[in-house]
């Protein structure tokens, strides 16, 4: 078996082990707090993800790609700085907007977020995939195993966030464990390293930035319009969507692991188009696999308040579709640099998202989500599509 296939192969297996921990989280949650108390922490993980595009800025793929040019101790202490300082300020900003029950964890857990999304960056960047997979199949199986034992001091959704921040200060120290490259100080200008990180990462985390308010703005039109009540039944489908198109994404991670090697070629995009199908086969399956199941099980699963969940994810499996493959796409455009077409995907996106959140979610509520949602999903992934058959086709 080839590297690659070897790779794609381990870190499906990985994917699948991730899934099922998500799930053992998502119903947790589901069944500790009810609808309620997981339209919280659905709003508090936006939150986080929301600081977490800040501080990947640094420390997400502008890492991976500059280890072309730096060494990891000239990039270890700029990343962590740059964490540290923006989580600071986010949840700063986030406690003045009403977030204080949580403001406070926030801070802690964007903080070491950044941190460990700097290490695996670092092991894509090397190609230590299988390094990669440890750390994606820890962070969920940490908070399973803190989640009970928090709740037995604390029944509130309190124990969630220190599950939260516990899990990830350990995974921190298994990431510093892992890595077998030197981080001590080194003597190199960090004006030259940061203004290295900031110009690649800007331009990718505009584009993540713009694709987070894409997948999530919704979240806050449906919190803000419906309560959290809505806004937990929602997210419970919207997470078992995303749940399979993160499968079928492990596909797209080693891709870009490999082209972060390579040289733009009509082999690489070969193999990229080749990985697309992968994608879209693998995205199917496992779609096909969440509609055989009836409603009443995910009603007896996650609680009579989410008898929706099926409808939700079947509602939304076109979207899905169209983003697991569509990541391939992506994934190839920033390997080798070239992001404004991420970014205009995105801002198209994002504004598609934005005025039809206004129109739809005030008068429909989840089912307006759900359209919401559909919408920017599919034309993000056209955009990415036709751009990539441009690329392929009136380039050569």
Same mark, same amino acid.
């Given at each position: 078996m080839s590297s690659t296939k070897r790779d794609i192969v381990l870190t499906m297996m990985s994917r699948g082990a991730l899934i099922l921990l998500n799930f053992l989280l998502v119903l947790a949650t589901t069944r500790l707090w009810g609808a309620e108390g997981r339209g919280l922490i659905a709003l508090f993980a936006t939150d986080l993800g929301l600081i977490a595009i800040f501080t990947s800025i640094f420390s997400g793929s502008s890492t991976s790609f500059n280890l072309r040019k730096f060494i990891p101790a000239d990039l270890f202490l700029p990343v962590f700085l740059w964490s540290f300082v923006v989580s600071f300020v986010g949840a700063v900003l986030f406690h003045l907007m009403g977030r204080a029950d949580y403001s406070l964890f926030l801070f802690i857990a964007s903080s070491l977020t950044g941190c460990v999304t700097f290490f695996n960056s670092l092991f894509? /960047?090397?190609? !230590? @995939?299988?390094k990669y997979n440890i750390v994606l199949v820890l962070q969920p199986l940490l908070m399973l195993i803190f989640i009970p034992v928090f709740y037995l001091f604390d029944t509130s959704y309190y124990s969630y966030f220190y599950a939260q921040c516990t899990s990830l200060m350990i995974l921190l120290s298994i990431c510093f464990?892992?890595?077998?490259t030197p981080l001590l100080l080194n003597k190199s200008s960090y004006q030259v390293v940061g203004w290295s990180l900031f110009k690649f990462g800007i331009q990718t985390e505009l584009s993540n930035f713009l694709q987070f308010l894409n997948y999530r703005l919704s979240y806050y039109f449906l919190s803000y319009y419906s309560g959290l009540?809505?806004? /937990?039944?929602? !997210? @419970?489908?919207v997470s078992l969507s995303e749940i399979v198109w993160k499968l079928s994404g492990s596909i797209s991670t080693v891709q870009y692991s490999r082209l972060l090697s390579q040289n733009k070629?009509?082999?690489?995009?070969?193999?990229?188009?080749r990985m697309a199908w992968y994608c879209c086969g693998a995205t199917i399956l496992f779609l096909a696999v969440a509609f055989i199941i009836p409603s009443d099980i995910?009603?007896?699963?996650?609680?009579?308040?989410?008898?929706?969940?099926?409808?939700?994810l079947i509602f939304l499996s076109p979207g899905v579709l169209a983003i697991a493959v569509s990541n391939v796409w992506g994934h190839y455009f920033s390997a080798f640099g070239e992001l404004k077409i991420l970014i205009v995907k995105s801002l198209i996106g994002v504004f598609s998202t934005l005025i039809l959140s206004i129109i739809l979610i005030p008068k429909m509520g989840i089912d307006g989500a759900c359209?919401?949602?559909?919408?920017?999903?599919?034309?993000?992934?056209?955009?990415l599509f036709i751009w990539y058959l441009r690329d392929k086709y009136v380039r050569d």
């Amino acid at each position: 078996m080839s590297s690659t296939k070897r790779d794609i192969v381990l870190t499906m297996m990985s994917r699948g082990a991730l899934i099922l921990l998500n799930f053992l989280l998502v119903l947790a949650t589901t069944r500790l707090w009810g609808a309620e108390g997981r339209g919280l922490i659905a709003l508090f993980a936006t939150d986080l993800g929301l600081i977490a595009i800040f501080t990947s800025i640094f420390s997400g793929s502008s890492t991976s790609f500059n280890l072309r040019k730096f060494i990891p101790a000239d990039l270890f202490l700029p990343v962590f700085l740059w964490s540290f300082v923006v989580s600071f300020v986010g949840a700063v900003l986030f406690h003045l907007m009403g977030r204080a029950d949580y403001s406070l964890f926030l801070f802690i857990a964007s903080s070491l977020t950044g941190c460990v999304t700097f290490f695996n960056s670092l092991f894509v /960047g090397k190609q !230590s @995939i299988n390094k990669y997979n440890i750390v994606l199949v820890l962070q969920p199986l940490l908070m399973l195993i803190f989640i009970p034992v928090f709740y037995l001091f604390d029944t509130s959704y309190y124990s969630y966030f220190y599950a939260q921040c516990t899990s990830l200060m350990i995974l921190l120290s298994i990431c510093f464990f892992m890595n077998d490259t030197p981080l001590l100080l080194n003597k190199s200008s960090y004006q030259v390293v940061g203004w290295s990180l900031f110009k690649f990462g800007i331009q990718t985390e505009l584009s993540n930035f713009l694709q987070f308010l894409n997948y999530r703005l919704s979240y806050y039109f449906l919190s803000y319009y419906s309560g959290l009540v809505s806004l /937990g039944v929602f !997210s @419970i489908g919207v997470s078992l969507s995303e749940i399979v198109w993160k499968l079928s994404g492990s596909i797209s991670t080693v891709q870009y692991s490999r082209l972060l090697s390579q040289n733009k070629s009509e082999e690489a995009r070969k193999d990229t188009t080749r990985m697309a199908w992968y994608c879209c086969g693998a995205t199917i399956l496992f779609l096909a696999v969440a509609f055989i199941i009836p409603s009443d099980i995910y009603a007896w699963v996650f609680g009579a308040e989410f008898i929706q969940s099926k409808s939700i994810l079947i509602f939304l499996s076109p979207g899905v579709l169209a983003i697991a493959v569509s990541n391939v796409w992506g994934h190839y455009f920033s390997a080798f640099g070239e992001l404004k077409i991420l970014i205009v995907k995105s801002l198209i996106g994002v504004f598609s998202t934005l005025i039809l959140s206004i129109i739809l979610i005030p008068k429909m509520g989840i089912d307006g989500a759900c359209w919401v949602n559909l919408a920017a999903n599919i034309i993000c992934s056209l955009i990415l599509f036709i751009w990539y058959l441009r690329d392929k086709y009136v380039r050569d």
